[in-house]
């Protein structure tokens, strides 16, 4: 699956913050414009997305474990981005009032509003649903992508509001403060890339769900990541996990009443690869999003 920042930082090698910080600023260049032009006018010799996920349905190594999701998933939604006078996908987000989105903050901070529109109510990004028009974004204050990536949340404002009567879209139950543990059963839903390449990004058209857990912040430190405690990670097998085009989208705790418990942040270089997937954790921002949607809605 994807869309993420990517982290240059390996066991046991020492990477100059400065060139982190390039890297990271390169990519997310990438991602929000020279990406989104690439996706909006495939070439007709090109790979087909859909073709290739449904081929590999067998492939043990295939990126986010090849499941095709098929149930409504009410609180979804696709930003996408005008390039060339069409829209692409370039991150996910949830709905979380009757006009807002909780994204990640790297999806829209470098973004106009005029540009950006959300889609809801669809599987595919490509076709079906709602498109409604931002109007404003929030990023957090305290965002920042160096020394490290911190506070990599934002909101975006829609109009007209959702059509939350409608049984395809719906809010996300955000819960309350407690704090998601290690060993927790979670699910990542997203249109991020199908192959582990950041570099070749391939995404599909129909919506992908990942059934994973999470892992404690220690074990992913240690795994080469600096995450601090306003952060969650979540680890899967090789061949498994967040990509380019995830970036902002839920992880969620399944159940009757799913709850939001991670916005996608960032992860490795390569998707996929046996690393964790990092997340905002949403229980640390409660206060926050709250005040923005008051402030808003006001």
């Given at each position: 699956?994807?869309?993420?920042?990517?982290?240059?930082?390996?066991?046991?090698?020492?990477?100059?913050p400065?060139?982190?910080?390039?890297?990271?600023?390169?990519?997310?260049?990438?991602?929000?414009?020279?990406?989104?032009?690439?996706?909006i006018?495939?070439?007709?010799?090109?790979?087909?997305?859909?073709?290739?996920?449904?081929t590999?349905?067998?492939?043990?190594?295939?990126?986010?474990?090849?499941?095709?999701?098929?149930?409504?998933?009410?609180?979804?939604?696709s930003?996408?981005?005008?390039?060339?006078?069409?829209?692409?996908?370039f991150?996910?987000?949830?709905?979380?009032?009757?006009?807002?989105?909780l994204?990640?903050?790297?999806?829209?901070e470098?973004m106009?509003?005029?540009?950006?529109?959300?889609?809801?109510?669809?599987?595919?990004w490509?076709?079906?649903?709602?498109?409604?028009?931002?109007?404003?974004?929030?990023?957090?204050?305290q965002?920042?992508m160096?020394?490290?990536?911190i506070?990599?949340?934002?909101?975006?404002?829609?109009?007209p509001?959702?059509?939350?009567?409608?049984?395809?879209?719906g809010?996300?139950?955000l819960?309350?403060?407690?704090r998601?543990?290690?060993?927790?059963?979670?699910?990542?839903?997203?249109?991020?890339?199908?192959?582990?390449?950041?570099?070749?990004?391939?995404?599909?058209?129909?919506l992908?769900?990942?059934?994973?857990?999470?892992?404690?912040?220690?074990?992913?430190?240690?795994?080469?990541?600096?995450?601090?405690?306003?952060?969650i990670?979540?680890?899967?097998?090789?061949?498994?996990?967040?990509c380019?085009?995830?970036?902002?989208?839920?992880?969620?705790?399944?159940?009757?009443?799913p709850?939001?418990?991670?916005?996608?942040s960032?992860?490795?270089?390569?998707?996929?690869?046996?690393?964790?997937?990092?997340?905002?954790r949403?229980?640390?921002?409660?206060?926050?999003i709250?005040?923005?949607?008051?402030?808003?809605?006001?």
């Amino acid at each position: 699956m994807g869309g993420y920042h990517f982290q240059l930082i390996r066991v046991g090698v020492k990477v100059p913050p400065a060139l982190v910080m390039f890297a990271i600023k390169l990519f997310c260049l990438y991602l929000s414009v020279t990406m989104a032009a690439t996706w909006i006018a495939p070439t007709k010799t090109s790979t087909d997305p859909m073709r290739s996920m449904e081929t590999a349905a067998a492939d043990p190594i295939r990126i986010n474990g090849g499941q095709m999701v098929n149930e409504t998933v009410p609180f979804q939604i696709s930003l996408q981005a005008q390039r060339r006078g069409r829209w692409s996908h370039f991150c996910g987000g949830s709905i979380v009032s009757a006009q807002h989105v909780l994204t990640a903050a790297h999806c829209v901070e470098k973004m106009k509003v005029e540009n950006i529109s959300v889609v809801v109510g669809t599987l595919n990004w490509k076709s079906g649903g709602l498109r409604h028009r931002v109007v404003a974004k929030h990023v957090h204050p305290q965002y920042a992508m160096s020394p490290r990536i911190i506070n990599d949340i934002a909101l975006v404002k829609v109009t007209p509001p959702f059509r939350l009567n409608r049984a395809d879209i719906g809010t996300i139950h955000l819960g309350g403060t407690d704090r998601i543990g290690e060993k927790v059963a979670v699910r990542l839903t997203g249109w991020g890339s199908t192959t582990p390449a950041t570099s070749s990004a391939s995404l599909p058209d129909h919506l992908q769900a990942l059934h994973y857990s999470t892992i404690s912040n220690e074990e992913c430190n240690q795994k080469g990541f600096r995450v601090t405690r306003n952060e969650i990670c979540a680890l899967a097998t090789h061949g498994q996990g967040a990509c380019v085009g995830d970036s902002g989208g839920p992880l969620i705790l399944a159940g009757s009443r799913p709850q939001l418990v991670g916005i996608v942040s960032y992860g490795s270089s390569t998707c996929a690869q046996g690393r964790p997937d990092v997340y905002t954790r949403v229980s640390s921002f409660l206060p926050y999003i709250s005040k923005v949607i008051n402030q808003d809605l006001a």
